[in-house]
Protein backbone atom coordinates (compact mmCIF):
# COMPACT_ATOMS: atom_id res chain seq x y z
CA UNK A 1 0.00 0.00 0.00
CA UNK A 2 3.23 2.61 -0.01
CA UNK A 3 3.20 5.52 -2.39
CA UNK A 4 5.70 4.80 -5.35
CA UNK A 5 7.93 8.03 -4.00
CA UNK A 6 7.94 5.92 -0.63
CA UNK A 7 9.09 2.44 -1.93
CA UNK A 8 11.83 4.44 -3.61
CA UNK A 9 13.03 6.00 -0.58
CA UNK A 10 13.20 3.04 1.27
CA UNK A 11 16.62 2.63 3.19
CA UNK A 12 17.97 -0.34 4.51
CA UNK A 13 17.63 1.33 8.09
CA UNK A 14 13.98 1.60 7.27
CA UNK A 15 13.30 -1.92 7.81
CA UNK A 16 13.52 -3.70 11.40
CA UNK A 17 14.42 -7.27 10.64
CA UNK A 18 13.48 -8.22 14.30
CA UNK A 19 9.98 -6.34 14.96
CA UNK A 20 9.08 -7.38 11.28
CA UNK A 21 8.27 -3.10 10.03
CA UNK A 22 9.01 -0.83 8.10
CA UNK A 23 9.35 3.34 8.96
CA UNK A 24 7.79 5.53 5.79
CA UNK A 25 9.44 8.62 6.93
CA UNK A 26 10.68 10.21 3.34
CA UNK A 27 9.67 9.71 -0.60
CA UNK A 28 11.88 10.47 -3.69
CA UNK A 29 9.88 12.78 -6.47
CA UNK A 30 11.55 14.39 -9.34
CA UNK A 31 11.67 18.20 -8.77
CA UNK A 32 12.98 20.56 -11.92
CA UNK A 33 14.89 17.49 -13.73
CA UNK A 34 16.54 16.31 -10.13
CA UNK A 35 15.42 13.41 -7.75
CA UNK A 36 14.60 14.77 -4.76
CA UNK A 37 14.37 12.71 -1.08
CA UNK A 38 11.95 14.79 1.15
CA UNK A 39 9.54 14.55 3.86
CA UNK A 40 6.09 12.31 2.27
CA UNK A 41 3.02 13.86 1.30
CA UNK A 42 1.27 14.66 4.63
CA UNK A 43 2.22 13.97 7.74
CA UNK A 44 0.37 11.22 8.45
CA UNK A 45 2.02 9.57 5.52
CA UNK A 46 4.83 9.00 8.32
CA UNK A 47 4.37 5.95 10.11
CA UNK A 48 5.55 2.83 10.82
CA UNK A 49 3.90 -0.45 8.99
CA UNK A 50 4.25 -4.19 9.82
CA UNK A 51 5.36 -6.95 7.26
CA UNK A 52 4.75 -10.49 7.79
CA UNK A 53 7.51 -12.55 7.85
CA UNK A 54 8.05 -13.39 4.23
CA UNK A 55 8.62 -10.19 3.04
CA UNK A 56 10.97 -9.23 5.29
CA UNK A 57 12.66 -12.49 3.96
CA UNK A 58 11.95 -11.23 0.22
CA UNK A 59 13.94 -7.82 1.40
CA UNK A 60 16.67 -9.45 3.40
CA UNK A 61 17.19 -11.73 0.07
CA UNK A 62 16.81 -8.51 -2.01
CA UNK A 63 19.61 -6.41 -0.06
CA UNK A 64 22.37 -9.48 -0.56
CA UNK A 65 22.53 -8.77 -3.82
CA UNK A 66 23.59 -5.40 -3.11
CA UNK A 67 24.80 -5.35 0.57
CA UNK A 68 27.09 -2.04 0.72
CA UNK A 69 24.68 0.31 -0.88
CA UNK A 70 21.99 1.78 1.88
CA UNK A 71 18.79 1.99 -0.32
CA UNK A 72 16.83 -0.62 -0.47
CA UNK A 73 16.17 -0.44 -4.17
CA UNK A 74 18.98 0.61 -5.56
CA UNK A 75 18.84 1.81 -9.34
CA UNK A 76 21.54 -0.72 -10.95
CA UNK A 77 22.41 1.81 -13.84
CA UNK A 78 23.06 4.19 -11.15
CA UNK A 79 22.89 2.25 -7.58
CA UNK A 80 21.66 5.70 -6.17
CA UNK A 81 17.15 6.51 -6.12
CA UNK A 82 14.93 5.12 -9.16
CA UNK A 83 13.51 7.72 -10.71
CA UNK A 84 9.60 7.53 -10.18
CA UNK A 85 9.01 7.72 -13.79
CA UNK A 86 11.56 4.36 -14.64
CA UNK A 87 9.42 2.75 -12.61
CA UNK A 88 6.18 3.82 -14.05
CA UNK A 89 7.82 2.88 -17.61
CA UNK A 90 8.96 -0.45 -16.28
CA UNK A 91 5.36 -1.14 -14.51
CA UNK A 92 4.14 -0.30 -18.23
CA UNK A 93 6.41 -2.38 -20.09
CA UNK A 94 5.78 -5.35 -17.39
CA UNK A 95 2.06 -5.30 -18.01
CA UNK A 96 2.13 -5.67 -21.61
CA UNK A 97 4.85 -8.35 -21.09
CA UNK A 98 2.15 -10.18 -19.52
CA UNK A 99 -1.16 -9.15 -21.93
CA UNK A 100 -2.52 -6.54 -19.17
CA UNK A 101 -4.15 -3.11 -20.10
CA UNK A 102 -1.96 -0.42 -20.46
CA UNK A 103 -3.69 1.47 -18.74
CA UNK A 104 -3.13 0.21 -14.96
CA UNK A 105 -1.38 2.49 -13.66
CA UNK A 106 1.64 1.67 -10.99
CA UNK A 107 -0.62 3.73 -8.14
CA UNK A 108 -3.24 1.23 -8.91
CA UNK A 109 -1.29 -1.02 -6.84
CA UNK A 110 -1.90 0.77 -3.89
CA UNK A 111 -5.67 0.39 -4.47
CA UNK A 112 -5.83 -2.79 -5.46
CA UNK A 113 -3.91 -3.61 -1.60
CA UNK A 114 -6.83 -1.21 0.10
CA UNK A 115 -9.11 -3.16 -1.77
CA UNK A 116 -8.15 -6.45 -0.70
CA UNK A 117 -7.39 -5.24 2.51
CA UNK A 118 -10.94 -4.08 3.39
CA UNK A 119 -12.58 -7.21 1.76
CA UNK A 120 -10.05 -9.24 3.77
CA UNK A 121 -12.10 -7.56 6.67
CA UNK A 122 -9.15 -5.08 7.88
CA UNK A 123 -11.04 -2.63 9.79
CA UNK A 124 -11.24 0.74 8.26
CA UNK A 125 -9.22 2.50 10.85
CA UNK A 126 -6.33 0.19 10.76
CA UNK A 127 -6.28 0.61 6.55
CA UNK A 128 -6.22 3.88 6.86
CA UNK A 129 -3.06 4.46 8.74
CA UNK A 130 -1.68 1.91 6.75
CA UNK A 131 -2.17 3.97 3.76
CA UNK A 132 -1.05 7.04 5.65
CA UNK A 133 -4.37 8.74 5.13
CA UNK A 134 -5.58 11.97 7.11
CA UNK A 135 -8.27 10.30 8.48
CA UNK A 136 -10.74 7.29 8.48
CA UNK A 137 -13.54 8.88 6.24
CA UNK A 138 -11.27 9.81 3.85
CA UNK A 139 -10.58 5.81 3.44
CA UNK A 140 -14.06 5.08 3.60
CA UNK A 141 -14.85 7.69 0.60
CA UNK A 142 -12.28 7.01 -1.65
CA UNK A 143 -13.25 2.72 -1.27
CA UNK A 144 -16.90 3.28 -1.01
CA UNK A 145 -17.52 0.83 -3.51
CA UNK A 146 -15.99 -1.73 -1.88
CA UNK A 147 -18.17 -1.03 1.62
CA UNK A 148 -20.91 -0.95 -0.25
CA UNK A 149 -20.63 -4.27 -1.85
CA UNK A 150 -19.58 -5.92 1.79
CA UNK A 151 -22.92 -4.36 2.93
CA UNK A 152 -24.56 -5.83 0.25
CA UNK A 153 -23.48 -9.20 1.12
CA UNK A 154 -24.03 -8.84 4.62
CA UNK A 155 -27.58 -7.92 4.38
CA UNK A 156 -27.85 -11.14 2.20
CA UNK A 157 -25.77 -12.94 4.81
CA UNK A 158 -28.31 -11.90 7.51
CA UNK A 159 -31.56 -12.51 5.37
CA UNK A 160 -29.83 -15.94 5.01
CA UNK A 161 -29.70 -16.40 9.12
CA UNK A 162 -32.97 -15.04 9.56
CA UNK A 163 -34.35 -17.45 6.85
CA UNK A 164 -32.89 -20.17 8.59
CA UNK A 165 -33.63 -19.35 12.03
CA UNK A 166 -37.53 -18.61 11.15
CA UNK A 167 -37.53 -22.06 9.70
CA UNK A 168 -36.24 -23.72 12.47
CA UNK A 169 -39.37 -21.84 14.97
CA UNK A 170 -41.73 -23.28 12.60
CA UNK A 171 -44.48 -25.00 14.38
CA UNK A 172 -44.12 -29.02 12.94
Given at each position: ?68 NPILFPSPRTGGYWSPDAVSRIN ?58 MQRGAAEKIGGFMESATAANAPE
Open positions: GLRRGELLALLWTDLDVEKRTISITKQVTRTKGELVVSQPKTHNSIRVLPVSQQAVDLLVQEHEQHPDRKLLKNAGIEEHVRFHDLRHTFATMAISSGVDVKTLSSMLGHYSAGFTLDTYTHITND
